[in-house]
């Protein structure tokens, strides 16, 4: 058995039990990490001093919680702005800190820089990751670069061209909609919430090819997307639930789970139904099918596309892929409407600029539709 000297203190050599040599590595390994990390985050530290910082609620939680999603939350951040410039310091509990930047001149490098290098936010970018895998939006290097060619082609001028006419279909929907309100004398509309419906349904039947009537009845699915974006965004305000064992021991994180489990079969059967259709087909008589309907979606892009060395998408990556366009899509799209709109209300003047110009297109056109 190994033996330990202890001559320096008095004692003779003791006997040493090989657990407890393996418990003094294990303390000492302990050791270096925290302080290797305590280094770290000095580091961090100090180079984060340059920018300013507004005054936290108290020292663990930082600065979160003073921005909710609501008007008060963006009346702060623009005071925010207004206080300090373009950038500034905010700390998410007591260690993880995000530079907040402001001015168009400082996020452009950020934006334009190649996305091997940018790094993502770990913390929030995890809280997506049961429910979007690993697509675009949360994957990274090899990965990413491989998934982005073989997406390339969903993008392509003559597979965007027909889906003007569900994006028409789906807007006279709302409008219908609109009218309808409009004649039984509401005179106010959560403009956003009509919007990302909308936005939703033209996802869907672009995606899947999938016509849910999201916009005039309930639809499981679509509430399940919304659920899932609800319950992201209020997770990521509660620092004690950043932990995944503890948030799925909460009503919240069992919510999360079951709306995750109901959008992802709904996106396996579609797959698998596609996957179906595909051999008994043939990819060409599959895709001169689909030339007559004159629509070729998301899944069937997907479905079809092979990289450089002719491997194609698992069904995991185009679940993955698919969930993270709905994600993606229908939020950022209904945020820009909604401002235009927004906008536009506020500035009669440009609002009949723009209805000159769109009744001017639509003059001698009949239907009177936007076309591509």
Known sequence: MPQLSLSSLGLGPVAVSP????????????????LAWTYTFYDNCRRLRCFPQPPKRNWFLGHLGLIHSSEEGLLYIQSLVCTFGDMCCWWVGPWHAIVRIFHPTYIKPVLFAPAAIVPKDKVFYSFLKPWLGDGLLLSAGDKWSRHRRMLTPAFHFNILKPYMKIFNDSVNIMHAKWQLLASEGSARLDMFEHISLMTLDSLQKCVFSFDSHCQEKPSEYIAAILELSALVAK?????????????YLTHDGQRFRRACRLVHDFTDAVIQERRRTLPSQGVDDFLQAKAKSKTLDFIDVLLLSKDEDGKKLSDEDIRAEADTFMFEGHDTTASGLSWVLYHLAKHPEYQERCRQEVQELLKDREPKEIEW
């Open 19 to 34: 657990w407890l040599l393996l418990l003094l590595i294990g303390v000492s390994w302990l050791l270096a990490c925290v």
């Open 235 to 247: 997770r990521h305000q509660q620092f004690f639930l950043y932990i995944d064992f503890l948030y």
